[in-house]
């Protein structure tokens, strides 16, 4: 049984807000959707809910109360703001020297932030698995195929440097291949880094391994690691033999759909346990 009444989905862009309204719906759950200007999917405009700037902090909060929601999830992809151009209400205003402050640590500080605000206002903030809990990665193949050895290898190698480089609030996915460290995902996010992978030349890319997990003590109520059919495509571009993203901890949008794809373009996508990539 939920432990909330009302849900508020604050949604970025991305098909991850529209898959959550979708299931909601579909469980005949109530649901108030603040969509975030200029980044949340326009199909989102049919769903019950209001057209937010990222700075009106004081008008999300207001209109959450004002619909009765106890609970909020945010999900999709959210762009950093120009700080310096920002358009905020004056309860925005008043967060922005303690956002500005988390920005220096990292784009997961900022959330935080977020977070603590709407649970200071009494709200429960919950991780998207709670709300659906089928995108959550179970452990083994999606598909037909599944990792050998040296993707093994290779997968290793990969979640070690997210796990290495946590502290720095670099990205949540790496691309190895062969032992090679093809690309590090930063600010530009897992589709421009699959499209640099793309951009190698001479097939270095080929046989890589796309890694996705959570950076050590993220906040895991928000910013999951994400692949959809989007991530399969391009990583088939660039040449992968496969995806790999850390089960339980990971989401996958429309499983049936990535499996597909990925055994069209013979690729592997596969769930890893924290002892499967565990330094040997």
Not at 2 to 18: F, Q, T
Not at 34 to 55: N, T
Not at 187 to 204: W, Y
Request: contains cysteine; negative net charge; charged residues 20%.
């Amino acid at each position: 049984m939920a432990r909330w009444r009302k849900l508020g989905v604050i949604a970025g862009g991305g098909a991850l807000p529209v898959r959550i309204t979708t299931a909601c719906a579909a469980q005949g759950a109530d649901l108030h959707v603040i969509r975030l200007a200029g980044m949340a999917d326009p199909v989102l405009a049919d769903a019950p809910g209001d057209d937010c700037a990222i700075g009106e902090a004081g008008k999300i909060i207001r209109i959450l109360k004002q619909e009765n929601c106890d609970a909020a999830v945010f999900a999709g992809l959210v762009q950093r703001p120009d700080f310096s151009a920002l358009k905020a209400d004056w309860r925005g205003a008043a967060l922005l020297p303690k956002v500005i402050a988390a920005a220096a640590r990292g784009d997961g500080a900022i959330l935080s932030v977020l977070v603590e605000t709407l649970e200071s206002e009494g709200l429960i903030v919950i991780g998207v698995e709670e709300v659906v809990q089928e995108l959550t990665a179970r452990p083994g193949a999606f598909g037909s195929r599944t990792p050998e050895e040296a993707n093994f290898a290779d997968m290793r190698k990969a979640a070690e440097i997210v796990h290495a480089l946590g502290p720095f609030d670099v990205g949540q996915g790496a691309v190895v291949a062969n032992g090679l460290v093809l690309a590090i995902e930063a600010a530009e996010g897992t589709d421009a880094m699959l499209d640099r992978c793309a951009a190698l030349h001479n097939g270095v890319s080929h046989g890589g391994v796309l890694v996705k997990r959570p950076k050590p003590g993220q906040e895991l109520r928000i910013d999951l690691p994400v692949i959809g059919a989007e991530t399969i495509r391009r990583a088939a571009k660039a040449g992968l033999a496969g995806v790999a993203i850390e089960a339980g901890v990971a989401l996958i949008i429309d499983a049936e759909e990535v499996a597909a794809l990925a055994d069209e373009a013979g690729l592997f996508v596969y769930g890893f346990t924290a002892q499967e990539v565990a330094p040997r």
